[in-house]
């Protein structure tokens, strides 16, 4: 078994002199990695991964900026409490966070269920944040209820979505057997699955071992429905967005936010899969960076 170092080692691992912190706000303890100077750019990564995610891309963005990798609500080495799990509560913990740090307006780009929280907080507190970038994800829509678990012959089935709604099964299933899931969902949604090395899948499932972290991954998903139904008030998002796509995702990206943003920029990542900036970090820094520096 890969031996796992600390979150403390892991950030003093990355260039830019990061390091691991804990925040007591909105009523949650938040684990984040914090380095760099400049403008504060809020990182918000997502299933099944923690902060490490990031860490291909923290050191070039620390450059230009204050760069803050969050554990979410229920993730990594952040409080796993009971409830709060919709994206709408959970931009709150961010917000609260923003707030801890001294910010009264950041900047955020966060990456699958983080994606949703970045959404959400655009839709919530678009006065906190300047710009919004989506790597890969949008916000859950009536449209994701058409979602099928029965693939006709040669269609792509998300069968985590599902899986993810049980109750009880899956802590039973996964508990010390965590890197069974890692790499079958990153072998799955990767163009090249060697682009995420057998460390950094170490790494995932620890933080994925427990009883508790598996209950928390799968209450981000069972809260789709109430994420679903807060979507239908948010109007028009006015903060700037960037979706950064895989092929896979670049035309639902299009098609929401033509509808649902004010300011919106859609950019396809080709030669990746889901995991954008492990796959791809050059291009997604320079996506970033130029979209930031505005």
Known sequence: MTPVPSDAELAQSLDGDFE??????????????????????ILLGGWPQTWWQFHKIMPALARQHQVIAVDLRGM??????????????????????????????VDIAGHDIGAIVAYSFAANHPEAVRRIALLDVLHPEESWFQFSVLPRPGQFVAWWFAFNQLRGL??????????????AMLDL??????????FDRAVYAQAYSTPEAIRAGNRWYQAFTQDIEDEK????????????????TYEPAR????????????????????????????????????????
């Open 76 to 105: 990594g080495s952040s409080g796993k409490p009971e409830s709060g799990y919709d994206k709408k509560t959970m931009a709150g913990d961010i917000l609260a966070l923003a707030r801890h740090l001294g910010h009264e307006q």
């Open 233 to 248: 008030g948010y109007g028009t998002l006015t903060p700037p967005i960037l979706a950064v796509t895989s092929a896979h």
């Open 20 to 41: 691991s912190r804990h925040a007591e706000v909105n009523g949650l303890d938040l684990h984040y990695v914090i380095g760099g100077q400049g403008s504060p750019l």
């Open 170 to 183: 899956p802590e039973q299933l996964l508990e010390g057997r965590s890197r069974y899931l890692v790499d």
């Open 189 to 198: 949604l990767t163009a090249d699955p060697a682009a995420i090395s057998d």
């Open 255 to 294: 098609t929401m936010l033509s509808r649902t943003a004010l300011d919106a920029e859609i950019v396809k990542v080709d030669g990746s899969g889901h995991f954008l900036a492990e796959e791809q970090p050059e291009l997604v820094v320079q996506h970033l960076t130029r979209f930031f520096g505005k």
